[in-house]
């Protein structure tokens, strides 16, 4: 009787351990298409205009040492946006992000960093994720943003609607403003004024807590160059955004822009257009 109380009570302790050891997510980068020749002067504030570049559209998957699975945005899928943009090596995000193994139904979370189409527009692709979006961001798109001919404030009608339909399904939950932890080892940051109420997400990882700053900055050259995006409701603000994402990332010194081509030179390929920003191995 005294050899099971003990084995319980290691049992016990053990369980508690596991439960006290704080996650730690595998963080790639996986690329779905590329819009080509796009001016850097949409970019970045103050760039030349005459500056184009091959713009690479993305999403970032977390793999949880807990086993969940989340995708910071979910890219987007509908025929008039490939081809209205033109949009070259097309596969849906859903096909971008098998290359690593993982199916659609695996995806536990999706997490929006704003609610423009080609980063919101594929969360239908994903059917038991959970989605995660500010609450004023989801607010203002789907009220006040149509109303007295703002005509959506740079939302897309189609979009919007999947987004309420994702609520009224009960698989829509609310980011509620600055510096929350939403998900063990995730929290989201708003500042960047990419949209009404953009946010960006830092992820615990091996080399640290590395900042995913979706199109709150577009490219290292905003970083570099201390210029906020050209696509900004406040520049100020975006540039306290740029030096808050230095200060959260300062262990790491990891900060992954949304459309940069660099992106996919400066780290680890371990698939067709998907690179691995950080791991536990």
């Known amino acids: 009787m005294a050899a099971l109380a003990g084995f319980v009570l290691c049992a016990l302790f053990a369980a508690h351990a596991d439960s006290a050891t704080p996650i730690a997510y595998d963080v790639y980068a996986v690329r779905f298409g590329v819009i080509p020749q796009f001016a850097v002067s949409n970019l970045v504030a103050g760039a030349g205009k005459d500056v184009k570049l091959d713009l690479p559209v993305m999403v970032w998957v977390l793999k949880g040492s807990d086993g969940r699975i989340v995708l910071v945005d979910s890219g987007f899928h509908t025929e008039r946006f490939v081809t209205r943009w033109r949009v070259r090596d097309f596969v849906t995000p859903a096909a971008a992000v098998a290359r690593i193994g993982i199916r659609p139904d695996q995806v536990t979370d999706i997490i929006l960093s704003h609610i423009h189409w080609d980063h919101a527009d594929g969360a239908d692709l994903f059917p ?58 995730i929290t989201c940051y708003t500042g960047g004024r990419h949209t009404y109420a953009s946010q960006y ?81």
């Open 201 to 281: 997400v830092v992820a615990a990882t091996a080399k640290g807590p590395v900042v995913l700053a979706s199109d709150n900055v577009y490219l290292y050259l905003n970083l570099a160059s201390h210029a906020p995006i050209a696509q900004t409701l406040d520049a100020a603000s975006n540039l306290r955004a740029q030096d808050r994402m230095r200060a959260l990332s300062e262990k790491s010194q990891i900060i992954v822009p949304g459309h940069d081509p660099e992106v996919f030179t400066r780290f680890k390929s371990v698939a067709e257009g998907v690179v691995e920003i950080a791991a536990r191995h």
């Open 128 to 185: 038991n994720a959970t989605v995660w979006i500010q609450r004023d961001e989801y607010a203002y798109y789907t009220g006040e943003a149509w109303q007295e001919k703002r005509g959506g404030g740079g939302a897309d009608a189609e979009v919007m609607t999947k987004l309420v339909a994702r609520n009224l399904a009960g698989r829509l939950r609310f980011v509620e403003g600055d510096a929350q932890e939403i998900l063990p080892g």
